[in-house]
């Protein structure tokens, strides 16, 4: 089982989106588990199409050890699980705060699920706070949804100054980012191309950068019909729609490596 954290903490950069399309399109392939850690509840709702509030058992739950993973996770389609998020889970970091290996709830409570699914991907808030943390420290390797438009690159520096503060104060601490995947592309601008070529800058060469994700509707609309945009007869031949097909490929083979 492998663990990918969809992360940036700003807010509005298709986080959500991405995590909800990858989930759907490698649960082809793979036994995926998809976990909700924003009390936005943003995708449950779009798995689900359920107020995210009607959950009882969330991962709020989860995190507190109050009841073992399996009774929150719920079935989405075929080969596709999840835990879900509502506004429960914004009190509790805070109640974290007292408890033992606070950092480590999510990583402790996942190896009881390591046998039944190849990938677990986990949709941040947009904060660097305990929430996000547990997701770092779960995960083997995580994705980042960067808009392509200069703004963008400003909370980059934070993150990867966390990344670097972590590393060198937590021995084994070694998530690699299986991408940047520039979101909110816009092909005619001169800044969307200049993006690219700083976000390769900031990140190093190293880093793949994935196939960028355009500006469009047929996205924003994803929340009202629960289905990826590749399965929606009238968006599924779209560039979006082959993008994220290609991302979630990419995804899959950094899950078999
Ligand atoms: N490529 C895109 N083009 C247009 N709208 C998008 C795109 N990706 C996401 N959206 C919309 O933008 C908003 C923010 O996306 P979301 O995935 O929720 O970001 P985050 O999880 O990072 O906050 C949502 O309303 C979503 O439907
Ligand atoms: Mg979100």
């Known amino acids: 089982m492998k663990v990918l954290a969809v992360i940036n903490q700003k807010g509005g950069v298709g986080k959500t989106t991405t995590t909800f399309h990858l989930g759907t399109a490698l649960a082809n392939s793979l036994r995926v588990l998809m976990i909700d850690i924003d009390p936005q509840g943003g995708l449950t709702y779009m ?22 993973i ?10 596709l699980d999840m835990v879900p998020a509502n506004i429960f889970l914004s009190g509790v970091e805070a109640q974290l705060i007292n408890k033992i290996q606070r950092e480590l709830r999510l990583k402790n409570v996942l190896k009881n699920v390591a ?31 960067v808009e392509a438009k200069l703004m963008g690159l400003r909370g ?23 991408g940047i995947l520039p979101t909110f592309y816009d092909r005619r601008t001169i800044l969307s191309r200049e993006v690219l070529d700083e976000i390769k800058e900031v990140f190093g060469s190293q880093v793949k950068i994935l196939p960028p994700i355009k500006t469009t509707t047929k996205l924003a609309e994803t929340p009202a019909f629960n289905k990826p945009v590749y399965e929606r007869p009238e968006t ?6 082959q993008a994220y097909l290609e991302i979630a490929k990419e995804v899959e083979r950094w899950v078999r490596s």
């Not at 989860?62 to 073992?68: C, Q, R």
């Not at 399996?70 to 080969?79: G, H, L, W």
């Not at 060198?168 to 980012?177: R, Y």
């Not at 599924?236 to 729609?241: I, W």
């Open 47 to 68: 798995a689900t199409g359920k107020d995210p509030d009607e959950y009882e058992t969330t991962i709020a739950n989860i995190l507190l050890g109050e009841v073992p």
């Open 70 to 79: 399996t009774e929150a996770i719920i079935p989405v389609r075929d080969n």
């Open 115 to 145: 046998d039944r699914y190849d990938l677990v991907i986990i949709d941040t808030p947009p904060s660097l706070g305990l929430l996000t943390i547990n997701a770092l420290f779960a995960s083997d390797g995580m994705l980042i949804p």
């Open 156 to 178: 980059m520096a934070i993150l990867q100054n966390l990344l670097a503060d972590i590393k060198s104060n937590v021995e084994g601490f070694d998530v690699e980012i299986v």
């Open 236 to 241: 599924k031949e779209s560039d979006v729609a």
